[in-house]
């Protein structure tokens, strides 16, 4: 069984930062990409950024120059830093992973962590 637990959100003003963290445990061989998506009220789901394998990087427009996306392989765990964050950036943020465990590869997702922005 995999988990993937997402924490580190919360109420900031806007111009101030957060730092998310998504874990991942359970049986667990290798993962591949991890990512980070996130979903604000009334509206979809939609892909905030990437990190691969390998530590190559990828973000939507918006987010870029203020989100920086990274990971611990040793810990199974990636991290979103989120600065310069604005109300826009209101949303519940969600982890997703592709893990093999030992059959196939499987995506998973987390809970979400909600981050409001506001002052």
């Known amino acids: 069984q995999v988990q993937l637990v997402e924490s580190g959100g919360g109420l900031v003003q806007p111009g101030g930062s957060l730092r998310l963290s998504c874990a991942a445990s359970g049986s667990i061989f290798k993962i591949n990409a991890m990512r980070w998506y996130r979903q604000a009220p009334g509206k979809q789901r939609d892909w905030v950024a990437t990190?691969?394998?390998?530590?190559?990087?990828d973000y939507v427009d918006s987010v870029k120059g203020r989100f920086t996306i990274s990971r611990d392989n040793a810990k199974n765990t990636a991290y979103l830093q989120m600065n310069s964050l604005k109300p826009e950036d209101t949303a519940v943020y969600y982890c997703?992973?592709?893990?093999?465990?030992?059959?196939?590869?499987?995506?998973?997702w987390g809970q979400g962590t909600q981050v409001t922005v506001s002052s």
């Open positions: 990190i691969t394998a390998g530590g190559s990087t």
């Open positions: 997703n992973a592709e893990i093999w465990g030992g059959r196939s590869w499987l995506g998973y």
